[in-house]
């Protein structure tokens, strides 16, 4: 009888023993899987970068808000090949503006990032300050408006972190984040004249 018992209670140990170790080759099959797509999701990104397509944004303001980093990575650039350098400019001031000057309230942008300078009566050349620039849009909304579109929003990679996933991208309700080749890192406007910059380097950086 006591042999019996022996019996069954090895017999059960067993059992279990081969039920963990089976449950413990599952989960380190279901790892490995997780670790290996990972590392597949790292191949399939290296050697791109995120980057807005002035064609699909819509200007909602999310980059601004929803960039992990603060300021946002995101900033506007000029276009300087597109501008019709208006006598008004719709990205400088605000539609509703009662003056046209240079005070803050008269001005589109929130941080005074947009800086003008002048070429000729009564003519303005406009440029961004990249370091006040928070990538609201709303210049860009307004030059799409009233002006020729020669003002568009993209993300800087000298200060992008390149998150594996973008929290503006997640945030974009247009989809306009999309992986870019890192060499050619920029998107432009469809209707911009001729070739872009060798390399891709951005339009109206910083002076």
């Known amino acids: 009888m006591a042999d019996e018992k022996i019996h069954i209670v090895r017999r059960d140990f067993l059992r279990t023993g081969l039920r963990g170790a089976a449950l413990f080759g599952l989960a380190g099959g279901v790892g490995a899987l997780g670790i290996r797509s990972r590392r597949q999701g790292t191949a399939w990104r290296r050697g791109t970068v995120w980057q ?12 601004q808000t929803n ?4 300021p946002s990575a995101v900033k506007c650039v ?8 208006c006598k008004l400019c719709m990205a400088y001031f605000d539609p509703q503006a009662q003056e046209h000057d240079t005070a803050a309230e008269n001005q589109l942008c ?7 300078t002048y070429v000729d009566d009564p003519y303005y050349e406009y440029w961004i300050d990249e370091t006040l620039c928070v990538g609201c849009g709303k210049c860009m909304k307004g030059c799409r408006t009233f002006g020729n579109g020669s003002l568009f929003i ?10 594996n996933q973008c929290s503006i991208a997640a945030a974009c309700p247009s989809r306009a984040y999309r992986r870019v080749p890192a060499d050619q890192p920029y998107l432009y406007p469809a209707r911009y ?15």
């Open 110 to 116: 929130p941080v005074g990032a947009i800086v003008r």
């Open 52 to 63: 807005i397509d002035p064609e699909v944004c819509i200007q909602c303001g999310n980059c």
């Open 78 to 85: 000029h276009a300087f090949a597109l501008c019709g350098y």
């Open 154 to 163: 993209q993300v800087r990679h000298d200060r992008c972190l390149n998150c």
């Open 193 to 207: 004249p001729g070739e872009p910059p060798a390399g891709g380097k951005a339009l109206g950086a910083t002076r």
């Open 67 to 70: 960039c992990v980093l603060r």
